[in-house]
């Protein structure tokens, strides 16, 4: 790591990123771009998906190195060549991606790459364990140390990637959309953990589409566009429209677009379906939703909404159950018998689950409609290339190429590539598991745009989401999951976050 000392008198900034620039091929990700963070503070970085965010953390971090523009951490002028680089000296990330070994133990992957040995060689597990418990009751966490990271839901390991930023005893955290799988409470101990490093003089960049809680727990804010330094602003001098017109360059007036689907017959039924898997298996669900309908799916983190979705889906085993189409029975078996059964289902996780990181834009919309392609020939790539344009103009996918490896695309720009492979399958139902988790506002509006266009077109379609506002503002009728069973369902006029939130403690 090159370090340079500048200027040895007191800086009232811990970080300053000067005038940084980065491109790949096709595309100028950042165009000197700055950001300054003082001690002690919270600084939230916003913007569009595809902003430049994640990038400019990247060019921080050591995973991207900048074209041009200079990085002053402490004084100095540094600039690292790897990840460890920067957590040794000081500079940790929480990623909203996480990237974790899934084989291993929660322990092994809070002390990855330095871990304590005794004798000199000897992994000392003893040490290992006793230090794993000291991080988690100083951040009030209750994780067994022991656990493997597969076994546990998504807002436990992300839990558990936030323990690790802060083992690192860092002067600058930045934490990538944190909150984007974590429930009330979880969220909460976040903000305790937050105000902690704060007392202790850290920097913290928070990077959030969620209003509420930049308005709530930001300093100062800076908003990028296209690359580019828009402002920065203290936080108490910004209001949710400022924001979100500084971001979109635009005033966005309505949060939702207006509902004109008209829900029909009824057209799903799912009746008394249980699953195995022990204390994640989901018990005795029914319910029915009607064609055209946008049927929501509340509930605490852990209640079973995923579990369902993949259940009737086909890659999690029913114990017992059936389920109707159209008044026809269907036995969704695996995700091949599902997906020739007319549905489709969004994954939670679009980076474990969802993409094909090496392969480009075009490989991952069509994958899941192959059959569709076929010619004497092998696979039409006229029609492929053809297809992937219109899901690209349709998705509003900010992208060079699509030749473009999707791994290089922003996290909300790779929903849309997802979305837009589902589409083209041209499903009867479509089940989407967060849609649009860490997904700017406006990229939230067109997905929303589009769930209302194909319920217009008369898919049938469940949305699982955690954010209550977006379940009643876009859904028929909302079903709420209480420890793994369905507590009860609301009609869209009749809901509201309370009575959400009363059925989902029903059988906790």
């Known amino acids: 790591m090159a370090k340079t000392n500048v200027d040895n008198k007191t800086n009232e900034y811990l970080l300053e990123m000067k005038n940084i620039s980065k491109s790949f091929p096709g595309v100028k990700a950042l165009d000197h771009a700055q950001l300054r963070v003082r001690p002690g503070t919270v600084h939230s970085l916003m913007g569009e998906n595809g902003a430049g965010k994640s ?8 995973l991207y190195k900048r074209d041009e523009g200079d990085i002053i951490f402490q004084g100095r002028s540094v600039e690292y060549h790897s990840t460890r680089e920067a957590l040794e000296d000081g500079i940790a990330m929480v990623q909203q991606e996480l990237n974790q070994a899934q084989k291993m133990t929660v322990m092994d992957n809070l002390w990855l790459g330095r871990y304590p040995v005794s004798f000199g060689f000897a992994i000392d597990e003893t040490k290992m364990y006793r230090d794993t418990q000291s991080v988690f009751q100083k951040l009030d966490i209750h994780i067994d140390p022991k656990a493997i990271i597969s076994t546990l839901s998504v807002a436990t390991r992300q839990m558990v990637e936030i323990a690790k930023a ?29 105000k902690m490093l704060k007392k202790k003089g850290c920097g913290i960049i928070y990077i959030s589409h969620k209003m509420d ?4 727990i930001s300093d100062e804010v800076t908003i990028m566009r296209d690359g580019k330094w828009v402002e920065t602003k203290p936080a108490k001098d910004c209001t949710l429209n400022s924001i979100i017109k500084a971001m979109v360059g635009r005033d966005l007036n309505n949060r939702f677009p207006p509902k004109t689907n008209k829900p029909g017959k009824d057209y799903l039924e799912v009746k008394n379906l249980s699953s195995l898997y022990g204390n994640n298996a989901i018990k005795n669900v029914s319910f029915n939703i009607r064609k055209g309908e946008i049927f929501g799916l509340a509930g605490l983190v852990g209640a079973g909404r995923s579990e369902l979705l993949e259940t009737i889906f086909g890659v999690r085993t029913k114990s017992e159950g059936q389920i109707f189409k159209d008044g026809m029975l269907v036995k969704n078996d695996s995700a091949e018998h599902a997906i020739k059964n007319g549905f489709a289902l969004l994954t939670e996780e679009r980076r474990t689950t969802g993409i094909f990181g090496v392969l480009s834009i075009k490989d991952n919309t069509v994958i899941a409609s192959l059959n569709n392609y076929n010619s004497m020939f092998g696979l039409d790539g006229n029609k492929m290339s053809k297809d992937t344009n219109w899901a690209i103009e349709a998705m509003n996918v900010k992208t060079p190429s699509q030749k473009t490896q999707i791994k290089s695309l922003s996290g909300g720009n790779q929903q849309k590539v997802i979305i837009g492979r589902w589409v083209l399958t041209d499903p009867d139902v479509l089940l989407l598991d967060e849609p649009t988790r860490g997904i700017d506002v406006g990229a939230k509006y067109e997905i929303y745009q589009l769930i209302i266009n194909m319920a217009n077109q008369g898919k049938t379609i469940i949305v699982c989401s955690s954010e209550m506002p977006e379940l009643l503002g876009i859904c028929d009728r909302i079903a709420v999951m209480s420890n793994h069973r369905l507590a009860g369902i609301l009609d869209q006029k009749e809901a ?3 009575k959400l939130m009363n059925l989902a403690l029903k059988y906790m």
């Open 496 to 498: 509201n976050q309370e």
């Open 166 to 194: 802060v083992s690192y005893d860092a002067k600058i955290v930045v934490f990538d959309e944190p909150t984007s799988s974590l429930s009330d409470a979880e969220v909460e101990q976040l903000f305790r953990i937050i």
């Open 213 to 216: 809680e930049i308005l709530r």
């Open 55 to 62: 990038t400019l953390m990247k060019c921080l971090f050591g």
